[in-house]
């Protein structure tokens, strides 16, 4: 990491650096809530996890980079470093936009993709009395300019209702899915018959319903079957339930 710039006032394009611009320093909890939060959104867009690079107290802030970055042609291409630069770009375009839309009801826009940091961050913000400086460099076709913003408490208190609204609506959204989904496997499971249960089948079933809904929706889809005396399929949901595990990582807030 020695070749990145993680100064204050950055023009490293790799970085993304906010603070907290209040007299009272973050505690522990407060920064971890944060960088949770942004790591959080950033993993729901990308894939990828954010990597912390500095951070400093007193008016705290700290230097935030792309996983994969950090390890550089190690676990990456040219083409996939690049891209990776330019979705921690994209995300910090998004939290300024989110934070300090222009026009106001522009926070509509976009603000569901980072709205658990929107919210967190401003949550701080109001606790400590701080504003919020955001700041990037950007690169676009050869030219570089620098997202460079302050957001005061008031104006990201206002920005946090909105997240908090899309977060509602969005877990609605999410639960009402999953409901559907889950009568739907179940009916399918249900067709399941003879003596030779298929593993493929119970696996591709499996997974499904991790990735809509976890481990406790799947243990749910066994236990009815259990209930209607299908022990051998609930066995076998169950055994792929075990098998997978370590495997397959469903992050729940």
């Not at 990491?1 to 993304?16: C, K």
Request: net charge neutral; aromatic share 4%; hydrophobic share 45%.
């Amino acid at each position: 990491m020695a070749d990145f710039d993680f100064s204050r006032d950055t023009e490293d394009a790799r970085v993304l650096t906010i603070a907290f611009t209040g007299e009272k320093p973050l505690g522990a909890a407060e920064v971890a809530t944060v960088l949770r939060a942004l790591d959080t959104d950033y993993r729901a867009l990308n894939g990828r996890g954010l990597v912390l690079g500095r951070l400093e107290i007193g008016s705290t802030w700290f230097s935030l980079y792309d996983a994969l970055v950090a390890v550089g042609g190690v676990a990456g291409s040219i083409a996939e470093i690049a891209k990776a630069i330019d979705d921690i770009s994209s995300f910090g375009v998004k939290l300024a936009n989110a934070l300090k839309p222009k026009p106001p009801a522009a926070a509509e826009t976009g603000i569901a993709d980072v709205a658990r940091s929107v919210k967190e961050m401003a949550k701080v913000s109001r606790k400590t009395k701080s504003g919020i400086k955001v700041r990037k460099t950007l690169t676009t076709n050869g030219s570089v300019e620098t997202l460079d913003i302050d957001i005061t408490p008031v104006e990201a208190i206002a920005a946090s209702k909105v997240a908090s609204q899309k977060l509602k609506a969005t877990t609605r959204t999410t639960k009402d899915t999953l409901e559907a989904y889950h009568g739907e496997l179940l009916g399918a499971v249900r067709q399941i018959s003879g003596s030779t249960i298929d593993p493929s089948l119970i696996s591709a079933l499996v997974r499904a319903l991790m990735i809509y809904g976890g481990v406790s929706s799947v243990q749910m889809v066994a236990s009815a079957l259990e209930g209607e005396g299908r022990g051998d399929v609930a066995a076998a949901i169950r055994q792929e339930i075990d098998k997978g595990r370590g495997q397959v990582t469903i992050q729940r807030e």
